[in-house]
């Protein structure tokens, strides 16, 4: 087996933030070294009575994503807390997971032997669910009722029928939708339960449904998780 202690590790970080300030979001990271990044357009989920009667309970959101070196992403991480200070109410959410292996980032290494580095007391999860055009609001009810506060919802879809596009080596059809739910590590495994037993996600063609331990967060409590 190759020896990988020297291998750089490497972060995905994740920035979600209000429609218009992903690429404030990108130009503030490059500031720390990050090289660049992926912008996706999502809609986070508001449980409030007055907006869902007016309509606009659904807040359009862009996700920013961005791998970088494991000192250079905890560096962005604290400069894009400091620029957008995601402690205050809806001004945002940034978090990390270590990625084990990629290709086709500039000068960054494929290593097929790193097993992870083994974080210690990891608070937090990131749920992801990939369902059908139209299931989603019942994943989030779901998860709501398990003890989540809400979720982000990203439109996976190709531009034409044949199209298909690709998150984390999995295949993702047009016309689908993929649920993120950022969760107390503690409530994680109440919140897949529901969502699986609600959505039949162990039957074929339900859904799919994916856990990844988040390394770092700031501002997870500010309303848009």
Same mark, same amino acid.
């Given at each position: 087996?190759?020896?990988?202690?020297?291998?750089?590790?490497? &972060?995905?970080? !994740?920035?979600?933030?209000?429609?218009? =300030?992903?690429?404030?979001?990108?130009?503030? /990271?490059?500031? @720390?070294?990050?090289?660049?990044?992926?912008?996706?357009?999502?809609?986070?989920?508001?449980? #409030?009575? =007055?907006?869902?009667?007016?309509?606009? #309970?659904?807040?359009? $959101?862009?996700?920013?994503?961005? *791998? /970088?070196?494991?000192? +250079?992403?905890?560096?962005?991480?604290?400069?894009?807390?400091? $620029? !957008?200070? !995601?402690?205050?109410?809806?001004?945002?959410?940034?978090?990390?997971?270590?990625?084990?292996?990629?290709?086709? /980032?500039?000068?960054?290494?494929?290593?097929?032997?790193?097993?992870? $580095?083994?974080?210690?007391?990891?608070?937090?999860?990131?749920? !992801? +669910?990939?369902?059908?055009?139209?299931?989603?609001?019942? %994943?989030?009810?779901?998860?709501?009722?398990?003890? @989540?506060?809400?979720?982000?919802? *990203?439109?996976? $879809?190709? @531009?034409? *029928?044949?199209?298909?596009?690709? =998150?984390?080596?999995?295949? %993702?059809?047009?016309?689908?939708?993929?649920?993120?739910? =950022?969760? &107390?590590?503690?409530?994680?495994?109440?919140?897949?339960? @529901?969502?699986?037993?609600?959505?039949?996600?162990?039957?074929?063609?339900?859904? *799919?449904?994916?856990?990844?331990?988040?390394?770092?967060?700031?501002?997870?409590?500010?309303?848009?998780?």
């Amino acid at each position: 087996m190759e020896n990988n202690i020297n291998m750089p590790k490497y &972060e995905l970080i !994740f920035v979600i933030v209000d429609c218009g =300030l992903g690429s404030k979001v990108l130009k503030t /990271a490059k500031k @720390s070294g990050v090289p660049g990044g992926t912008i996706l357009l999502a809609k986070g989920t508001v449980r #409030n009575h =007055l907006l869902e009667i007016l309509g606009v #309970n659904n807040i359009k $959101r862009e996700i920013v994503l961005m *791998i /970088a070196e494991e000192k +250079t992403a905890m560096k962005a991480l604290e400069g894009l807390n400091e $620029r !957008f200070d !995601f402690k205050k109410p809806d001004s945002g959410i940034a978090f990390s997971t270590t990625v084990m292996s990629f290709l086709g /980032a500039g000068n960054c290494e494929y290593n097929k032997t790193y097993e992870g $580095r083994g974080v210690k007391n990891i608070m937090y999860n990131a749920v !992801f +669910t990939i369902v059908d055009r139209g299931k989603a609001e019942a %994943v989030v009810d779901a998860a709501i009722s398990a003890g @989540s506060k809400g979720a982000t919802i *990203i439109n996976a $879809r190709g @531009s034409g *029928i044949d199209e298909k596009s690709v =998150l984390f080596s999995i295949v %993702v059809e047009p016309e689908k939708e993929i649920v993120m739910i =950022l969760t &107390e590590k503690d409530l994680t495994d109440t919140i897949v339960s @529901s969502v699986r037993e609600t959505m039949k996600i162990d039957e074929p063609g339900k859904g *799919i449904m994916f856990v990844l331990n988040i390394n770092k967060i700031y501002g997870l409590y500010s309303g848009k998780e």
